[in-house]
Nanobody
Framework: QVQLVESGGGLAQAGGSLRLSCAAS????????MGWFRQAPGKEREFVAA????????YYADSVLGRFTMSRVNAKNTVYLQMNNLKPGDTAIYFC?????????????????WGQGTQVTVSS
């Protein structure tokens, strides 16, 4: 069974930074792509970023491109989301998820394991 646990959320001011982590349990972490999604109050869950199984390829939503960086350390079974120049519109619950393929995808239906989420709040 795969478990994903996010951490690192909190309160930040606009223009500030936060770093999210997602620790995975279970085997074969390095065989799968990983993604970050977010859900703001009253809105549907949306794609944020994804990384391929070996970290060689990443993909970002237009809304975070140039501000957020996703990475992974397979030896630690962990993925990260470095968020810089935060905006109030980034306020949401952030979820990490494991893809059922080795590549990246922005389609949430291609992800089969999800964490519980971590709250990020950005004040103006």
């Amino acid at each position: 069974q795969v478990q994903l646990v996010e951490s690192g959320g909190g309160l930040a001011q606009a223009g500030g930074s936060l770093r999210l982590s997602c620790a995975a349990s279970g085997s074969a972490f390095s065989n799968y792509g990983m993604g970050w999604f977010r859900q703001a109050p009253g809105k549907e869950r949306e794609f944020v970023a994804a990384v391929s199984y070996n970290g060689a390829s990443t993909y970002y939503a237009d809304s975070v491109l140039g501000r957020f960086t996703m990475s992974r350390v397979n030896a630690k079974n962990t993925v990260y989301l470095q968020m810089n120049n935060l905006k109030p519109g980034d306020t949401a619950i952030y979820f990490c998820a494991r893809s059922h393929t080795d590549g990246w995808s922005d389609d949430q239906y291609l992800y089969d394991y999800w964490g519980q989420g971590t709250q990020v709040t950005v004040s103006s």
